[in-house]
């Protein structure tokens, strides 16, 4: 029996967490995986602060800073 872990940021809809379910699971039983009824799917969420693409969490990012505009405010 497979079982998914996904960690996804906070903020989907659960209609979006259940689409993403689903294509997981399909994926999974139409390449010969496993069965539909066999796959497991966990489901993390997570704070935006605490994931981040280099020194930028997402949370900054979506308020706008980036490393490029942080570096940049360090030379001044």
Wanted: cysteine-free; proline content about 5%; charged content about 25%.
């Amino acid at each position: 029996m497979p079982v998914v872990q996904v960690t996804l940021t906070h903020g989907r809809t659960p209609e979006t967490i259940r689409s993403m379910i689903s294509a997981i699971t399909r994926a999974l039983a139409d390449t010969g995986v496993a069965p539909e009824e066999n796959v497991r799917v966990l489901v993390n969420e997570i704070p935006t602060e605490h994931f981040a693409a280099g020194d930028v969490t997402i949370a900054e990012r979506h308020a706008g800073r980036t490393a490029d505009t942080e570096s940049k405010e360090g030379q001044s």
